[in-house]
Nanobody, 123 residues
Framework: QVQLVESGGGLVQAGGSLRLSCAASGSIISIKAMGWYRQPPGKQRELVARITSGGSANHADFVKDRFTISRDNAKNTVYLQMDSLKPEDTAVYYC?????????????????WGQGTQVTVSS
């Protein structure tokens, strides 16, 4: 099995910065795309940013020039650097990964989610 563990959330004032990390562990063969999603209070989950194994990244328009996604393939870890935070960025942030993993003599491909980390931006 595979687990994604997030860290780095917290409370910050508007204009501040946070860096989220998400580490994947388990019997991993490879990870294709990794991404960050968020779910603001009372709203649906939305894509924030996504990055391929080759490093090609896409960011949602509402975070462009403020947030940057990156990854360390050797550590199976994805990061989200969040700068110039706004109160509307308040949400639970989830990481996601498309993982190829093995168990005994078989391989599997599954989408995995982290448990979520709360980011609260005060005005």
């Amino acid at each position: 099995q595979v687990q994604l563990v997030e860290s780095g959330g917290g409370l910050v004032q508007a204009g501040g910065s946070l860096r989220l990390s998400c580490a994947a562990s388990g019997s991993i063969i490879s990870i294709k795309a990794m991404g960050w999603y968020r779910q603001p209070p009372g709203k649906q989950r939305e894509l924030v940013a996504r990055i391929t194994s080759g490093g090609s990244a896409n960011h949602a328009d509402f975070v462009k020039d403020r947030f940057t996604i990156s990854r360390d393939n050797a550590k199976n870890t994805v990061y989200l650097q969040m700068d110039s935070l706004k109160p509307e960025d308040t949400a639970v942030y989830y990481c996601n990964a498309a993982v190829t993993w093995r168990r005994y003599f078989r391989t599997y491909e599954n989408d995995y989610w982290g448990q979520g980390t709360q980011v609260t931006v005060s005005s």
